[in-house]
């Protein structure tokens, strides 16, 4: 902190916890407690059960999971290797080449997801390219909104790098693969795996361009969620929001490990 009185630090501490519980720690609780509850007619929920647990890790509930991990896998992969070659690409060009080329990536995330959505579908339902009821429109779809996150994380990291490196290591006759290979990549390393983390994390909370696109045989967890509450299901819906909040945060610290490992290289 930067604050150096006891008396701000303090007061620091009390304007985020004024500011965390109720806006974030409250509505995350909220959601645990009603996947718990059999019914909630008063200011607390009643009779705990997990039954829910067992029909959202079970069945349908359990291929939703599988599909959107397998969204997110997939989409992360695809959003490393475009955005980071992109970003690598970028760092070779000009100043107006390398404006417009933010200007491509950043344009899929200043537009709602759900334009990017329609614009998917509308643009692979005919051949030569029809994609239209697979699941790969579904995948491609997240690709689309998550490419620009780690375009912008390795653009940035790519900025940082201080270039004696691969200076030297030019100098001492290796080649512009190997310096690409054995330099610059694992340098990036850590921003690598924290732009996985943030892409794997927005595939699968993403629900307004995957409404469009869905076919009935790959329907990620989000969307059972959003079905559940729509028939009025709350608790059930609450049970799977749960599920999929702890399954990504158990990516993501997997995800940080790898990291904190990388920083130390």
């Not at 291929?63 to 970003?87: I, K, R, Y």
């Not at 608790?235 to 990504?248: D, S």
Request: proline share 6%; glycine share 6%.
């Amino acid at each position: 902190m930067l604050v150096h009185s006891r008396a701000g630090k303090w007061a620091t501490w009390a304007v985020f916890l004024l500011l965390f519980v109720p806006l974030f720690a409250v509505p995350l609780l909220v959601i645990l407690a009603a996947s718990l509850a059999t019914n909630w007619s008063g200011a607390f929920p009643s009779g705990p059960t997990v039954e829910r647990y067992s029909a959202a890790t079970s069945g349908d509930s359990l291929q939703a999971l599988t599909t959107s991990l397998l969204t997110a896998v997939a989409a992360s992969v695809l959003a490393l290797v475009l955005g980071g070659w992109a970003a690598l690409a970028a760092a070779s060009l000009r100043k107006r080449g390398k404006r417009l080329l933010d200007a491509l990536f950043i344009l899929p995330v200043a537009v709602p997801s759900v334009v990017v959505g329609l614009a998917v579908l509308v643009a692979y339902s005919q051949p030569p390219v029809l994609l239209n009821g697979t699941r790969w429109i579904v995948i491609l779809a997240h690709t689309v909104l998550v490419t620009a996150f780690a375009y912008q994380s390795v653009s940035a990291a790519e900025r940082r790098l201080d270039p004696m490196y691969e200076q030297a290591a030019a100098g001492l006759g290796a080649s512009p693969a190997r310096v690409l290979w054995r330099i610059r990549l694992p340098l990036l390393l850590p921003s690598l795996t924290s732009a996985a983390g943030l892409c794997f994390a927005l595939s699968m909370g993403e629900l307004s361009a995957t409404m469009m696109l869905y076919p009935p045989d790959w329907t990620p967890l989000p969307v059972q969620i959003f079905a559940a509450t729509d028939r009025g299901s709350l608790f059930t819906g609450a049970a799977l929001a749960v599920v999929l909040m702890t399954t990504t945060l158990l990516v993501l610290a997997a995800v940080s490990r790898i990291r904190t490992r990388a920083s130390y290289r």
